[in-house]
T-cell receptor
Framework: RKEVEQDPGPFNVPEGATVAFNCTYSNSASQSFFWYRQDCRKEPKLLMSVYSSGNEDGRFTAQLNRASQYISLLIRDSKLSDSATYLCVVSLNSGNTPLVFGKGTRLSVIA | ETGVTQSPTHLIKTRGQQVTLRCSSQSGHNTVSWYQQALGQGPQFIFQ???????GRGNFPPRFSGLQFPNYSSELNVNALELDDSALYLC????????????FGSGTRLTVV
């Protein structure tokens, strides 16, 4: 079983749609959780950290369920500029431990 | 604009050759990690350096090696290149103790023919 698993995608949605990405992780000792965004042929960039209480940043909402080892990302009112690959990422703690990436889910927002 | 720079941006090598990739980290970032991203995959952790010592390694063979220098720059060396080494190689740095503070460079795209 892969350490971090994501929806296979791709997701093709019209502008204005709401889209949800799901992710599960296998290591129950994981302490830090993130969503990264990666544009085609570019480096990953941190979209948001994910906290147990859930957190929101504009149109983006992230949720974490430690009991189920499940992470989600919700994008509301999709924009063309949201088209990218979304990577679910976990780490053992907030110190110097490496990031473990999922395979990523590609999103295409269509006009 | 990223504070981590990598060179070269693109590279073509022949199977069996050796390659050195370079990374210049943000000032004060004493931890540097290297990742390999194959096409269609998420980045995979290669190894990490903290204050010039390797302090973590992923599932990569010994022909992948690295160095970190006092000026926070670092190198990734790959010997005996194989076709499957073709990938985007990413360098990431942080200050240490802040796992959420990784900054990625734009990567080096290596093609092995």
């Amino acid at each position: 079983r892969k350490e971090v698993e994501q929806d296979p995608g791709p997701f093709n949605v019209p502008e204005g749609a709401t889209v949800a990405f799901n992710c599960t992780y296998s290591n129950s000792a994981s302490q830090s959780f993130f969503w990264y965004r990666q544009d085609c042929r570019k480096e990953p960039k941190l979209l948001m950290s994910v906290y147990s209480s859930g957190n929101e940043d504009g149109r983006f909402t992230a949720q974490l369920n430690r009991a189920s080892q499940y992470i989600s990302l919700l994008i509301r009112d999709s924009k063309l500029s949201d088209s990218a690959t979304y990577l679910c990422v976990v780490s053992l703690n907030s110190g110097n431990t490496p990031l473990v990436f999922g395979k990523g889910t590609r999103l295409s927002v269509i006009a | 604009e990223t504070g981590v720079t990598q060179s070269p941006t693109h590279l073509i090598k022949t199977r069996g050759q050796q390659v050195t990739l370079r990374c210049s980290s943000q000032s004060g970032h004493n931890t540097v990690s290297w990742y390999q991203q194959a096409l269609g995959q998420g980045p995979q952790f290669i190894f990490q350096y903290y204050r010039e010592e390797e302090n973590g390694r992923g599932n990569f063979p010994p022909r992948f090696s690295g160095l970190q220098f006092p000026n926070y720059s670092s190198e990734l060396n790959v010997n005996a290149l194989e076709l499957d080494d073709s990938a985007l190689y990413l360098c990431a740095s942080n200050r240490g103790g802040e796992g959420y503070g990784y900054t990625f460079g734009s990567g080096t795209r290596l093609t092995v023919v």
